[in-house]
């Protein structure tokens, strides 16, 4: 009996050491993936201009500074694959997928409505790493009512609203939310300046923790290099109101880098972003690795 238990004890080792080393080979096979991708990219766009344009043939730098715009007159569909890694989570990724939706609505001769939906995707580890747990998470939809003709600062004021969504037990919140949220940003030269603030509160929800008491700030700076290549500083700086005392802030410092360009017919955008928590909550990530992939459906010619 006893060298049955350690032959157990021993296999299962052999199966944790085997599922983080696949972890650890997924997670380098997607950046080199990413990195190969924006390493070929004007390869094609060289062959694009090489060909006589098209007659619906788009700007990319005007296309890619559209996209900085969270109220701008762009339809885009993002897939966000973010890879949380490090710190106390050691060799587990946990791993977010954000599919978020940008439609904007004329309401008025005067107004336009930008609805933001945010649908995670979630895969969380389990402490001891022998698992995952795998679900939608809280849906989020953010309303932006933004003057069809701006002056030289553009803005954009509404409701955040937070869906009890989750169907993953260890990050359940049972809470529906609402809260104020708010963008402005300036466009100057190859310059893309601004910022985006929500605060979530809890208003129903069926009586279990925890609560929602969140606060979101994105600053961004964005320069455009041309070409529909562009520098981006976007960090998610967060609050978490309901945490215990010093645990509240989550903040990243980080870059990232994007391509803009048209794939045949198809407008798109590549991204790819790196930040390191400079401040975070215990049993929390240290770094993240972001990927974004937004297919982009311009309501007018840039």
Request: glycine share 8%.
């Amino acid at each position: 009996m006893p060298c049955d238990a350690d032959s157990r004890r021993a296999a299962t080792g052999t199966e944790i050491e085997t599922r983080q080393v696949m972890t650890s080979r997924l997670y380098s096979l997607h950046v080199c993936f990413v990195a190969a991708t924006l390493t070929c990219l004007p390869a094609l766009a060289h062959a694009q201009q090489a060909a006589p344009p098209a007659p619906e043939e788009h700007d990319a730098t005007a296309l890619a500074k559209a996209t900085q715009n969270p109220v701008g007159d762009l339809v885009s569909l993002p897939f966000q694959f973010n890879f949380n890694n490090g710190g106390d989570l050691g060799d587990r990724t946990l791993f977010n997928l954000n599919f978020q939706p940008v439609i904007p609505f004329s309401v008025s001769t005067s107004w336009n409505l930008i609805a933001r939906t945010i649908i995670p995707v979630n895969s969380i580890p389990s402490s001891d790493g022998t698992t995952s747990f795998s679900g939608v998470g809280d849906i989020q939809e953010e309303l932006f009512f933004t003057p069809k003709k701006p002056g030289a600062l553009i803005w954009g004021i509404g409701p955040i609203v937070s869906l009890p969504t989750s169907t993953i037990p260890t990050a359940r919140t049972g809470s529906w939310g609402l809260g104020p949220a708010g963008v402005v940003l300036k466009m100057t030269g190859p310059w893309v300046l601004g910022g985006l603030v929500t605060q979530t509160w809890t208003f129903q929800d069926d009586g279990t923790d925890p609560k929602v008491d969140s606060f979101l700030l994105q600053p961004f700076v964005n320069y455009n290099f041309g070409k529909g290549w562009a520098l981006a500083f976007g960090p998610n700086i967060t609050a978490n109101w309901e945490a215990p005392s010093g645990q509240e802030w989550t903040i990243p410092v980080g870059l990232g880098i994007s391509r803009t360009t048209v794939l045949g017919t198809r407008p798109m955008q590549l991204a790819m972003q790196y930040y390191y928590n400079a401040k975070r909550p215990d049993g929390s990530a240290a770094s993240l690795l972001r990927i974004v992939v937004s297919l982009l459906y311009p309501t007018r010619k840039h």
